[in-house]
């Protein structure tokens, strides 16, 4: 979440959330009167959730103490599972909000859709959401998704910057999920977009992980299918290349939310969050948490906001 994992992939939309069982119901009754809520939002207790992996719960953490310190009463259910169970719980109030991935969620939508740009994407959410009686705010700078990456010293002997570079070096070892060689955005993108199709495919199941890290730093493969928050990025100084024909759409984090529970307070306190968020702090965040120092996602959290300003 990856940006994205291997249960992502098998929620049954292109890279969606991950696959887990359904974690408790609130008793919060999100649609109650208010009754002057100290963060000027609806009095009932906002229930944070998430998906299944260290990110969403590391983000679902950042919203919920970042609503705490505007005085909004919040309560987390995290570790949930795919859209096809966060999607109902928004609806029936067993979570009101939880830190979404904005292509992905327009994909669960609309398999179909075409929209590329953050913008574009986030326009058409808008609509597609509002449906299921579900709000989005804005989204965040922080992104992520899959990439295309080499390491900087491959980068450095041939001059590769973006996609586009890589008709340069044809033919190369491309790795990634078994999943990449059908996909829009993965092979036959590669050859339609950027008409680079001299590629040989090399499967790797684990998504990005260790295994096709190792591959890409030890030149098994030239070119791998990483996503833009693993840590793998800064730690074995890997290159994501730049995507200037938006092969790749946007998949930036933004919250998700029960309209109950819209008010200008709760938007402005979210918006402060992805006004500051980017994608180098999802790689530290999850550094933190998911390596050697093994940090809670509330601290890794609580330390981010500080650092951020927020509280």
């Not at 955005?185 to 790797?204: N, R």
Request: glycine share 8%; proline share 5%.
């Amino acid at each position: 979440m990856s940006i994205f994992s291997k249960g992502r992939v098998a929620a049954g939309v292109i890279a969606v959330g991950a696959v887990v069982a359904l974690a408790g119901c609130s008793q919060a009754d999100p649609t109650a009167p208010d009754t002057g809520n100290a963060g000027g939002g609806d009095s009932s207790q906002i229930t944070v959730g998430s998906f299944a992996f260290p990110e969403s719960e590391i983000l679902g953490e950042i919203y919920a103490q970042a609503l705490e310190a505007r005085g909004f009463d919040v309560q987390t259910k995290f570790n949930i599972g795919p859209r096809q169970q966060t999607i109902p719980a928004l609806q029936d109030g067993s979570i009101n909000l939880i830190p979404e991935y904005n292509g992905n969620l327009l994909a669960y939508y609309d398999t179909e859709f075409t929209q590329r740009t953050t913008e574009d994407v986030d326009a058409a959410l808008t609509d597609a959401v509002a449906a299921d009686d579900l709000v989005v705010y804005s989204s965040a700078e922080a992104e992520d998704k899959d990439a295309y990456v080499v390491t900087q010293a491959y980068a450095e002997a041939n001059g590769l910057t973006s996609i586009a570079d890589l008709a340069k070096v044809q033919p190369f070892s491309l790795g990634a999920n078994p999943q990449f060689a059908e996909l829009g955005y993965g092979i036959p993108g590669l050859a339609s977009v950027y008409g680079v199709s001299d590629v040989t495919f090399v499967p790797y199941e684990d998504f990005g992980g260790p295994d096709t890290v190792r591959a890409l730093v030890d030149n098994t493969v030239q070119v791998a299918d990483i996503y833009t928050t693993s840590p793998a990025l800064v730690a074995e100084n890997l290159l994501v290349l730049e995507d200037p024909e938006n092969l790749i759409a946007a998949q930036n984090v933004l919250p998700l939310l029960s309209a109950s529970i819209d008010t200008p307070e709760l938007k402005e306190a979210l918006d402060a969050v992805s006004a500051k968020l980017t994608t180098d702090d999802l790689i530290a965040l999850r550094d933190r948490v998911e390596g050697s120092e093994q940090a809670s996602a509330s601290t890794a959290a609580a330390d981010w906001l500080k650092e951020a300003g927020l509280v």
